[in-house]
């Protein structure tokens, strides 16, 4: 098994929820908007017997050159959109679902990873669609409602037979967690619920989660059971540490 972390870079955030790229190296951070946040935006690619797994799909964020950012990213490690195989939605939130579809010039949507299937939460879909704006942007995935591509996931079960998910919430209602076992070793993924090493290692709740407490009891079982069986935990808010382990 290989893991890639495809960052697509660091945001700031604020109060319109629009994201805005922001260079480390050439942006001033005290220029950041009053309350806005600074979000790292990082889906992971893994590699597993042959196959090609998406772990979210990120913003949708294209880069200066006009192309999207992780296609880029993907080309870097030699793997081209069409050998993804699965693509695994932790939520649906604009920064996690922002790269489900593609529009080509004369506005066609079509599926960014073409040959995959999408395996999404039911329930976070259908909750998607009733909350909307500005917490969920539809137009990122609304066309997936019929479509043939689509695997709906229950509250838990498996995908394949190394995947499991379980239903969590916290973040929001509906926020999936995915572990991954192969050779004896678990990968935890766990979106916006473990969304950084340093969120792992302190009680914190954050304002922006639908249940903080909820988030950072879950977060204290997960730092503890994942420190005793040795998990391998996947960041996506985490750029710097991306992947890591608990000693």
């Not at 042959?50 to 949708?60: A, K, N, Q, S």
């Not at 793997?79 to 939605?89: A, C, G, N, R």
């Not at 991954?180 to 766990?190: A, L, Q, R």
Request: glycine residues 8%.
């Amino acid at each position: 098994m290989q893991i890639f972390p495809l960052s697509e870079g660091v945001f700031t955030i604020g109060h319109d929820k629009i994201f805005n790229p922001f260079d480390p190296l050439k942006d001033v951070l005290t220029d950041r908007p009053t309350g806005s946040l600074m979000v790292e935006i990082q889906p992971f690619l893994i590699e597993l017997r042959g196959e090609y797994i998406l772990l979210d799909t990120g913003l949708g964020f294209k880069n200066k050159e006009g192309e999207w950012q992780l296609y880029e990213n993907l080309k870097q490690v030699g793997v081209s959109p069409e050998q993804i195989h699965k693509v695994i939605l932790s939520h649906l939130h604009k920064d996690h679902a922002g790269g489900i579809l593609n529009q080509n010039i004369q506005q066609i949507e079509s599926l960014m990873f073409p040959q995959a299937t999408y395996y999404i939460s039911k329930k976070e879909f259908e909750f998607a669609i009733q909350k909307g704006y500005p917490s969920y942007e539809l137009s990122d995935f609304e066309m997936l409602k019929n479509h043939p591509q689509v695997e709906w996931l229950d509250e838990k079960g498996a995908i394949g037979d190394y995947i499991s998910y379980e239903t969590i919430g916290g973040h929001c209602p509906y926020h999936i967690a995915i572990h991954i076992k192969y050779n004896g070793k678990t990968v935890f993924y766990g979106g916006d619920v473990v969304p950084q090493l340093r969120q792992l290692k302190t009680k914190y709740v954050a304002k922006y989660d639908f249940d903080g407490v909820k988030s950072m009891e879950l977060r204290q079982q997960f730092a503890k059971r994942g420190k005793e069986e040795a998990w391998t935990f996947l960041f996506y808010h985490d750029v710097k540490i991306p992947i890591s382990t608990l000693a």
